[in-house]
């Protein structure tokens, strides 16, 4: 059993950046694809980002394909999500997510943290 805890949450203003912290433990972090998923009020989770096991193929959406940026440090079971330029259509909980492949899928996800909340204010 994976257990993940995001961090790094906060307010920004429009134009500001972030970075988003996923910390594992209770696996095995080399082996799993790790995923950042976001979900605002009434809406449904959509895919953000995610980065296969050896942290070398990852998948944007295009929402933030070259404003955000995934990545892994495999000596702190660690997942990071920086994010710039962010605009205020960003705002939503941050949810990461473990899986066993690398996708855009959602419920091919098997472990997700609690989330954390990101707000851009204009």
Same mark, same amino acid.
């Given at each position: ?14 134009g ?6 996923c ?12 995923g950042?998923?976001r979900q ?28 955000f ?27 990461c997510a ?5 996708t ?8 997700? *943290?609690? *989330? ?7």
């Amino acid at each position: 059993q994976v257990q993940l805890v995001e961090s790094g949450g906060g307010l920004v203003q429009a134009g500001g950046s972030l970075s988003l912290s996923c910390a594992a433990s209770g696996g095995t972090f080399s082996s799993y694809a790790m995923g950042w998923f976001r979900q605002a009020p009434g809406k449904e989770r959509e895919f953000v980002a995610a980065i296969d096991w050896s942290g070398v193929s990852t998948y944007y959406a295009d929402s933030v394909k070259g404003r955000f940026t995934i990545s892994r440090a495999y000596a702190k079971n660690t997942v990071y999500l920086q994010m710039h330029s962010l605009k205020p259509k960003d705002t939503a909980v941050y949810y990461c997510a473990a899986g066993p492949g690398l996708t855009t899928h959602r419920y091919e996800y098997d472990f997700w *943290g609690q *989330g954390t909340q990101v707000t851009v204010s204009s």
